[in-house]
T-cell receptor, first 118, second 111 residues
């Protein structure tokens, strides 16, 4: 069974600075997707960034980028130029890409609460 | 394009009661997944519906059941509520194997 682990329950960053959130996962599959979701106090889960395991190039979305290390099963999120609106709970998630009966279910980590200080 | 909606926003029930939560999927999506998120935890997969049939289930007892309708909206039913069922229930819609878009959730409190 696949597992996702986020070892940092809380992180803080100064506005305009850079912060990195860590995530490790365990799987025996070779083809899968990894995601970072943001959940602000409004509760709506918002997709931040997505990485396909078969792509070696790290995904980037504006101020958000990932460091995907497939062999190490590590998937960290870097937020550059942090803004007050980035304050939220961040979840790392895994999804299988193939397989019979594959539901495409997301497996989430425990989350990291990010505080942004003005 | 209308996003994923859920109703009600929050509700309070007592132990032993039954509850029905509703989810309207995003236009063009035929798959709905339900997740339970306990306070301070990551969401846990309950089950998924694809074209009106259950298409996978997480580690939840049979008192958690669901439906999907021809318009792809969905219901989550929980019977014999327990205190531990208190959580945020999230619905996500997608095309088959596509990106999941989440609704705002329903906060259930069981007293």
């Amino acid at each position: 069974a696949q597992t996702v682990t986020q070892s940092q329950p809380e992180m803080s960053v100064q506005e305009a600075e850079t912060v990195t959130l860590s995530c490790t996962y365990d799987t025996s599959e070779s083809d899968y997707y990894l995601f970072w979701y943001k959940q602000p106090p409004s509760r709506q889960m918002i997709l931040v960034i997505r990485q396909e395991a078969y792509k070696q190039q790290n995904a980037t979305e504006n101020r958000f980028s990932v460091n995907f290390q497939k062999a190490a099963k590590s998937f960290s999120l870097k937020i550059s130029d942090s803004q007050l609106g980035d304050a939220a709970m961040y979840f790392c998630a895994y999804r299988s890409a193939h397989g019979s009966g594959n539901t495409g279910k997301l497996i989430f980590g425990q989350g990291t609460t990010l505080q942004v200080k003005p | 394009e209308t996003g994923v909606t859920q109703s009600p926003t929050h509700l309070i029930k007592t132990r032993g009661q039954q509850v029905t939560l509703r989810c309207s999927s995003q236009s063009g999506h035929n798959t709905v997944s339900w997740y339970q998120q306990a306070l301070g935890q990551g969401p846990q997969f309950i089950f998924q519906y694809y074209r009106e049939e259950e298409n996978g289930r997480g580690n939840f007892p049979p008192r958690f059941s669901g439906l999907q309708f021809p318009n792809y909206s969905s219901e989550l039913n929980v019977n014999a509520l327990e205190l531990d069922d208190s959580a945020l229930y999230l619905c996500a819609s997608s095309s088959r194997q596509g990106e999941q878009f989440f609704g705002p959730g329903t906060r259930l409190t069981v007293l």
